[in-house]
């Protein structure tokens, strides 16, 4: 957990010394601490003593599925998690996420990309602790007022019908951030709706006439393929 004045405690999990030090290298130049574990078991020891601000970990650990890690690490713990993995299937992706992941990047992977997806989970989950502080939400000429439930693209009002709503301020929660469509779809039409993948297919394309200026080339509400979406929040 962050100390006063100090920089983010990164716990990297993973058995490839390779990627170890590469991880080692990229976080110490940007001013990140830096712990490391090469099991799983180790792993989650270290998140409870370390307390990190965020955990880099693999899925194809020596001792423990990651998946498992994940589902540990979630049965106490809000900590960010990004996985880091050579399973490239969607639904190795899928189930991550759905697990409790924050976000995954699949190896080989590039340093700015993994440093920008460590700044959003971070800033997301800074927010998430603030819930209160969060009465706004503006990305380029998306605005949104989460009190009044209001809604503006280059300053001309749009209309959301509930629904619509219901699933921008749930994409605005996770902003940055890959939404499953079981995720998405359990958020917005309850438990019993997480495999009807057609009611997104429908919403998000009224949403995204409403909220882009080209639809089919959307800029804000952008696809994971076969995965979910990610709505964007930075320029």
């Known amino acids: 957990m962050t100390e006063l004045g100090s920089q983010p405690l990164v716990l990297v999990i993973e058995d490839e010394a390779p990627i170890r030090r590469f991880l080692r290298a990229t976080l ?59 399973r490239g299937r969607e639904q190795d992706k899928i189930a991550a996420l759905d697990a ?24 997301h989950h800074a927010r998430s602790a603030q819930p209160l502080a969060d009465t706004a939400f503006r990305v380029g000429g998306l605005r949104v007022d989460l009190v009044r439930r ?49 009611y997104l297919r429908v919403y998000i394309g009224q949403l995204r006439r409403k909220i882009e200026r080209e639809p089919a080339r959307p800029y804000y509400l952008m696809t994971e393929l076969g995965v979910g979406y990610r709505l964007r929040d930075e320029e």
């Not at 078991?41 to 970990?57: C, F, K, N, V, W």
């Not at 020596?62 to 993995?85: F, K, N, Y």
């Not at 749009?158 to 301020?169: F, K």
């Not at 469509?181 to 009807?196: A, D, F, I, K, S």
């Open 150 to 198: 209001h809604v503006w693209v280059d300053d001309a009002e749009v209309h959301l019908t509930p629904i619509e709503y219901r699933m921008l301020s749930t994409l605005i929660r996770h902003a940055g951030q890959v939404v499953t469509h079981r995720q998405l779809l359990t958020e917005v039409w309850g438990p019993g709706y997480g495999t009807e993948a057609q």
């Open 28 to 86: 110490q130049a940007h001013e990140f601490r830096y712990r490391e574990a090469v099991t799983g078991g180790d792993g989650l020891r270290a998140a409870t003593l370390e307390q990190p601000d965020l955990i880099i970990l693999d899925l194809g650990l020596p001792d423990i599925d990651g998946l498992q890690v994940i589902a540990e690490l979630r049965s106490w713990a809000s900590i960010p998690i990004i996985v880091l993995s050579a």
């Open 100 to 123: 409790g992941a924050d976000d995954y990047l699949t190896k080989p992977f590039g340093t700015g990309e993994l440093l920008a997806r460590i700044r959003v989970s971070l800033r």
